[in-house]
């Protein structure tokens, strides 16, 4: 039997709540961490890009780094980073830092961002981040934010690389490569679902847990969801995935995490929906309809 990753169930990007005023907001923040993995989470991603990590000064990422360590040592659960840069050499000092802070089980790092180096550049970007940056790490696969493409072949080749624990999947297709990845996962190897509307499908087809932001919002039915395909729930776990899908489309009708930050701030989450440039807020529209997805008593009925 193949093992099971470390990496599985639901890992929830937190978003970073603002004053009207955009200062961080670290209460709330921590209110969030803590309510996040008491809803069954298995564990938290800080400086995503649903926190707004490139617009965060270094003061704030280690703010905010430390508010999700607390929560996650609280709760005797990982905390994933996110570390995004195009620039090899700076990425492993970025890593090392975190790697000396004991804060994070792992990075989540995407492929170098604009450049554009190609499959064997990125190859060797990763080496050399698995080599020297002395912290597990998830290889961030989202052609649409890096306009890098990655095959299967590649992922899989990076997966076996000792240091690179999983991969997050956020393609934007469920295609044949998605396919091929999950036939050719090395063993041990997570494949973890970032794309929110077509979740529920990436887990039928065998991605061993998500790290979506949707899940900001009704975190454990996302978990459930999680568990649901997991232990073989078909039935259920349709049905579920299916509202889950209506919820995160309406959750990204506007720019990551605009929407969210509006429902959140709707429900007496966060203090403030302010989002800092070149993010705008979300129109009351937007939010308002994803508001009522994100009430989970309205469960199984269409709000109108
Ligand atoms: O911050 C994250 O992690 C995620 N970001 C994605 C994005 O904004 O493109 C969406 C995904 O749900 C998680």
Request: charged residues 15%.
């Amino acid at each position: 039997m193949t093992p099971d990753p470390f990496f599985t169930g639901l890992y929830v990007p937190l978003v970073t709540p603002f004053t009207d005023d955009l200062q961080l907001a670290p209460e709330p923040l921590a209110r969030l961490a803590d309510e996040a993995l008491a809803a069954g989470a298995s564990g938290l991603v800080a400086l995503g890009t649903t926190a707004e990590a490139a617009t965060l000064t270094s003061a704030e990422k280690r703010t905010v780094v430390r508010i999700c360590a607390d929560a996650c040592r609280a709760h005797g659960a990982p905390l994933i980073v996110g570390v995004g840069t195009n620039d090899t050499a700076s990425a492993v000092a970025s890593l090392r830092e975190l790697a000396a802070g004991d804060d994070a089980a792992a990075a989540l790092v995407p492929a170098p961002p604009y450049i554009r180096p190609g499959e064997a550049g990125t190859l060797a970007h990763f080496t050399t981040l698995a080599e020297h940056g002395g912290i597990p790490l998830i290889v961030y696969d989202v052609p649409y934010r890096t306009a890098q493409p990655l095959g299967a072949g590649t992922v899989a080749e990076l997966g076996r690389l000792p240091g690179i624990v999983g991969v997050k999947h956020a393609t934007g297709a469920i295609d044949s490569t998605t396919m091929e990845l999950l036939g050719c996962a090395p063993p041990g190897f997570a494949v973890l679902a970032g794309d929110d509307v077509v979740l529920s499908p990436l887990l039928a087809a065998g991605a061993h847990g998500a790290i979506v932001a949707s899940a900001n919002v009704r975190t454990a039915d996302y978990a459930e969801l999680i568990s649901l395909w997991r232990q073989g729930s078909g039935t259920p776990a349709r049905r579920l995935g299916a509202e889950l899908a209506r919820l995160s489309a309406a959750l990204f009708a506007e720019p990551n995490p605009t929407v969210i930050k509006g429902v959140l701030h709707a429900q007496g989450r966060i203090p403030s929906p302010a989002v800092r440039l070149p993010l705008l807020a979300a129109s009351t529209r937007s939010v308002s309809q994803a508001a009522l997805w994100a009430d989970s008593r309205a469960r199984h009925a269409s709000p109108a």
